[in-house]
């Protein structure tokens, strides 16, 4: 029994659901199968996975951002206007990640500060940092939504280069899985994100240093988000503001389709990257059957839809369970 | 004082920014201050309006609709193919309102009846809308649209076109249905105490799946306004509009966590994020500037604000325990009481 006590976990359901959706796909169009085509096409939409890793850990805590699609585009511009201006491509990536890590800072010290919902400062920021994005492209002269283009080779072909057969991004992705699962799962700072999740207050009185590790998180989340616009500029071979503005609703959508609540306090980094994969490949594998990706769009919201009300339900359902068996118990005392 | 009458009248200090914003204006080129740029920019911003009236109803009641973007678009595609169609301009725009109405009840149903997380099952229905749009027009743009429906975005009786009427008389009658009737006040008593207001004998579900329904039906309108007053309409409308609103709402005096918050006030909110637009067309400077403006604003609204919140909550708090604090002080005996201590606690 103990034993099978794993196959209730929502890890083991999406498992089970990545698996069946990629038989399904490669049943009906076998190419799906062919391990190429499986590695490669992560490529994709493996930017969402890495900046939905941080995410996870921001929404955990009871917050959200909302700037991640923002800071992708003021990262890969960042990158950009270096680069114009002679930087050598590694140091203009190493400032990009630094003006990532800048506003994610600036996030939460704004939080802190106005003590309002994290929600509405993001909010507020993303229009701020889209802005700076749009702003330094046009001053770079790249004007408007037009790129910055002609990068260095070598990191045009970072995207394209194998490590051990897999394609760089999705090692950069499995290689930020491992980090992260550590940094939540097994160290003090993990345990303090989910204190501060489960109750803030709770978490003040027992001294949690709640401003540093939410500035940490935050952080950690720009971080990632210019990671992850570096990878798209690398991927695209050039870098535009308005890199990550389809980026942040599918990021959401993994944090939460990994069983992360949004009200904070539960979730995992496993959940969030099976989730990932699990979108991801769902929109892959409906244009390989001939599926236009504006409808795959619509059926991933659906399937949003789908999974979140099914889990609703189940979570009433069994809360009237608990109540009947409870009534039950009581009767059967009573009488 | 000035402080006090701010958050009081949370909308007064939108509409302070936005004087100061024709101030500017006024400094750079006297011409530009007339009568008819208000109304220019109240033209641009009708759009924005109508979706700050619809977010701030749901924002009342503690929800948040991210899916409205897509819910123009979708309304907007439907009337411009119904009318393509010799449908008739009145039947088509019905038509469009009633898909509004059926999206923002689907959306209500998931939040009021399923109980998911508002931002979640909006987010869902973002994509889904969306992907109807392309199933609808199967990918291409709808040009064409009769001159008739065109020219109800023209200007009419007094220098405003039909729907700028419209949305005028929605802007009254909505601050007025919130604020005078016991239904709107329900809307915020949900928002502010959900439990409650259920206590109260207020019926949360069916006041949420309203709100949620009207607010689909505004942003239908909103988007059949966008193709009247483009003329076409591409697959992309709407898109990002749902931040906008947000944006708007909060920046004037709307709390996402519900219970508070003044139709007046998202408008004036909405009509300033529009205004910033126009303004920076008039100095002649760059359009790019436009989003880094606003969020540079809203940003300091916003934590300006929630300072003098905190300084009125500990204000409050002060009065209400000063009695206790100054008999301490007299009777020196009783001050190894840790209350004292928690006092000072307190009034920080």
């Known amino acids: 029994m103990n034993r099978l006590h794993f196959l209730k976990r929502w890890e083991t359901v999406l498992a089970i659901l990545l698996i069946g959706e990629i038989l399904v796909f490669g049943a009906i169009n076998p190419a799906f199968l062919r391990p190429s085509t499986l590695l490669f096409s992560t490529s994709d939409f493996v930017h969402i996975g890495i900046v939905a890793l941080a995410l996870t850990l921001v929404i955990i805590t009871g917050g959200i951002d909302l700037s991640i699609g923002a800071v992708m585009g003021l990262a890969a511009i960042t990158l950009g206007l270096l680069w114009v201006n002679g930087v050598n491509i590694w140091i203009a990536c190493f400032g990009a990640l630094c003006v990532g890590c800048a506003t994610g800072v600036l996030n939460s010290v704004a939080i802190h500060v106005a003590k309002v919902n994290p929600l509405v400062i993001t909010l507020g920021s993303s229009f701020l940092f889209s802005g700076a994005a749009l702003v330094l492209s046009g001053l770079g002269g790249a004007s408007g939504y037009e790129g910055i283009s002609g990068f260095d080779a070598s990191f045009v072909e970072l995207a394209n280069l194998e490590v051990l057969g897999l394609p760089f991004p999705l090692v950069i992705f499995f290689v930020a899985t491992g980090i992260f699962m550590v940094i939540l799962h097994r160290t003090r700072f993990g345990r303090y994100i989910y204190l501060i999740g489960q109750n803030d207050r709770a978490a003040r009185y027992a001294g949690v240093p709640q401003f540093r590790t939410l500035t940490i998180a935050y952080a950690l989340t720009g971080i990632m988000a210019a990671l992850s616009g570096l990878v798209l500029a690398s991927y695209f071979g050039s870098a535009r503001s308005d890199f990550g503005s389809a980026a942040l609703m599918p990021a959401i959508t993994a944090v939460v389709l990994g069983g992360t609540s949004i009200y904070g306090g539960s979730g995992t980094i496993l959940g969030t990257a099976l989730a990932a994969l699990l979108v991801g490949y769902f929109q892959t594998g409906l244009q390989i059957i001939g599926v236009s990706s504006h409808v795959s769009n619509a059926l991933s919201g659906g399937l949003l839809v789908l999974v979140v009300a099914l889990r609703s339900l189940s979570e009433m359902g069994r809360a009237y369970y608990l109540q009947w068996r409870v009534l039950k118990s009581v009767g059967q005392q009573t009488s | ?348």
């Open chain 2, 1 to 348: 004082m000035l402080i006090r009458f701010l958050q009081t009248n949370r909308e007064a200090s939108v509409a302070v920014i936005i004087l100061l914003l024709f101030v500017v204006l006024g400094v750079v080129d006297t011409s530009y201050l007339s009568f008819e740029t208000v109304l220019s920019i109240y033209n641009n911003s009708l759009i924005l309006l109508v979706i700050a009236i619809g977010a701030t109803l749901v924002m009342a009641t503690r929800g948040l609709d991210v899916s409205i973007g897509s819910i123009m678009g979708l309304s907007a595609a439907v009337a411009g193919i119904l009318m393509n169609g010799q449908f008739g301009i009145g039947p088509s725009i019905a038509i469009a309102l009633f898909v509004g109405l059926l999206c923002g009840l689907f959306n209500g149903f998931m939040v009021a009846i399923l109980r998911v997380p508002a931002i979640v099952a909006t987010l869902g229905t973002l994509g889904l809308y969306r992907g109807l749009v392309h199933l609808v027009t199967s990918g291409s743009w709808i040009e064409g649209l009769p001159e008739g429906f065109k020219g109800l975005s023209h200007a009419g009786f007094l220098g405003l076109s039909a729907f700028a009427w419209i949305v005028l008389f929605l802007l009254v009658g909505t601050h007025c249905w919130l604020r005078y009737t016991a239904f709107g006040r329900s809307l915020f008593a949900v928002g502010d105490n959900r439990e409650g207001a259920r206590l109260l004998g207020i019926k949360v579900r069916q006041v949420q799946l309203t709100a949620y329904a009207i607010n689909g039906v505004l942003a239908a309108l909103a988007g059949i306004i966008f193709a009247a007053q483009i003329g076409f309409i591409p697959n992309t409308a709407g898109n990002g509009m749902e931040m906008r609103a947000i944006a708007s709402s909060v920046l004037g005096g709307v709390s996402l966590l519900g219970g508070t918050g003044t139709v007046i006030g998202a408008g004036l909110g909405a009509y300033f994020m529009t205004s910033i637009d126009s303004v920076l067309v008039m100095l002649r400077l760059d359009a790019f500037w436009n989003d880094m403006i606003a969020g540079g604003i809203l940003l300091v609204v916003l934590i300006a604000d929630g300072k003098i919140r905190e300084a009125m909550g500990s204000a409050l708090r002060y009065q209400k325990y000063r009695k206790f604090i100054e008999t301490d002080a007299q009777n020196d005996k009783s001050v190894e009481t840790p209350t004292i201590k928690e006092l000072g606690e307190v009034r920080k």
